[in-house]
C-alpha cells in the first residue's frame, strides 16, 4: 500500500497477557518510529529504528516493552504481562533517512487501539 | 534537549472567522518545525513544515504558519475556519543537533472546535 499500515487496528486484551503490534512501513523509508498517545493526550515517543538497528530505546517505559525489525522493514512492538496503564494507542510512523532526510516530514499509521481490561 | 509546549487545550472558534492555534519550541541549535492534524480515529496528517526561509509557511487545506525565532514560536494560523477544520493539532519541533535520525518531539496538542 501506499501508507504506513499498522494491525490489528484494535486490540482487546486481559491484564497479564502478552501483545504484539505490528507496522508495516513505506516502502523505502528505512526510518521507524513507535509512539504512544493516551486518551486525548500528546505523543510519547517509544522507540526509533534506522534500518533494523535501533539507535534509540530511550522512550520504552519498561522491561516489559521491546521491538523489533526484520529485513529492514516490518516492526513489531511486544507489550509482555500487560497492565491496565498501558492502554492507549500506538502509532507507528516512518520516513526517510539521508542527508535531505531532517526535513522529511514522518508518515503515519493510523495506530492500534489497545485496552487492557 | 528540545521541548515544544502547546498552551492551549482547546480553541473555539466560530466558521468563517480566523483561527490561531498556538506553539512555542525550545532547541539548542536551528529548529525544523511541523504541524500536523489529527482526525478521529486516524494516525497524524503532516500540515506544513518550517526548515528554512520564508516565516510564512503555507500548508495543506489553507493553513499557515508564521515562524517567529525571537518569540520562539511557530503558531498555526488560517483566515477563514471550517467545521471541518475540527481535529487535534500537533506541533513538532526537531533539532539537527538531535542524534535520533529526525524523531521529533510532540507538543501535547490543541483540540480545535470550530462551530457553525
Known amino acids: 500500500g501506499a501508507g504506513v499500515s499498522q494491525s490489528p487496528s484494535n486490540k482487546v486484551t486481559e491484564k497479564g497477557k502478552d501483545v504484539e503490534l505490528r507496522c508495516d512501513p513505506i516502502?523505502?523509508?528505512?526510518?521507524l518510529y513507535w509512539y504512544r498517545q493516551s486518551l486525548g493526550q500528546g505523543l510519547e515517543f517509544l522507540i526509533y529504528?534506522?534500518?533494523?538497528?535501533?539507535?534509540?530505546k530511550s522512550g520504552l517505559p519498561s522491561d516489559r516493552f521491546s521491538a523489533e525489525r526484520t529485513g529492514g522493514s516490518v516492526s513489531t512492538l511486544t507489550i509482555q504481562r500487560t497492565q491496565q496503564e498501558d492502554s492507549a494507542v500506538y502509532l507507528c510512523a516512518s520516513s526517510l533517512t539521508g542527508r535531505r532526510s531532517y526535513n522529511s516530514p514522518l508518515h503515519f499509521g493510523n495506530g492500534t487501539r489497545l485496552t487492557v481490561t | 534537549a528540545q521541548s515544544v509546549a502547546q498552551p492551549e487545550d482547546q480553541v473555539n472558534v466560530a466558521e468563517g472567522n480566523p483561527l490561531t492555534v498556538k506553539c512555542t519550541y525550545s532547541v539548542s541549535g536551528n529548529p525544523y518545525l511541523f504541524w500536523y492534524v489529527q482526525y478521529p480515529n486516524r494516525g497524524l496528517q503532516f500540515l506544513l513544515k518550517y526548515i528554512t526561509g520564508d516565516n510564512l509557511v503555507k500548508g495543506s487545506y489553507g493553513f499557515e504558519a508564521e515562524f517567529n525565532k525571537s518569540q520562539t514560536s511557530f503558531h498555526l494560523k488560517k483566515p477563514s475556519a471550517l467545521v471541518s477544520d475540527s481535529a487535534l493539532y500537533f506541533c513538532a519541533v526537531r533539532d539537527m543537533n538531535n542524534n535520533a535520525g529526525n524523531m521529533l518531539t510532540f507538543g501535547g496538542g490543541t483540540r480545535l472546535m470550530v462551530k457553525p
Open positions: 529504528f534506522q534500518g533494523n538497528s535501533a539507535p534509540d
Open positions: 516502502s523505502g523509508h528505512t526510518a
